[in-house]
């Protein structure tokens, strides 16, 4: 047995390595897999994403909404909603 764990030692540290990339790719990290809507409407500070703006541009538009200089939740989401539809356009 320990004969076998000397012999094979570089196969089973790349196997280890191997499940613990994939363990934490799809465990921790959340930027490699889809962020599910809630996550996404959580950013948001509670605002929802409009359809009219792209699965992929979701997170930019969540971004605008927390990052803009604008006092109201409501001045934000037009601000941003304007600036995501006209570049669509």
Known sequence: MKNFFKNNS????LIIIVVGGFFYAFK????ILIPKIG???????GV???SEIKYSEGDLFCSCIRLSNHQTIKERYDYCVNKFTKNTK
């Open 48 to 50: 929802a994403v409009p």
């Open 28 to 31: 921790v990290d959340s930027r």
């Open 10 to 13: 570089s196969i089973l540290v």
């Open 39 to 45: 996550q996404t409407d959580l950013q948001c500070a």
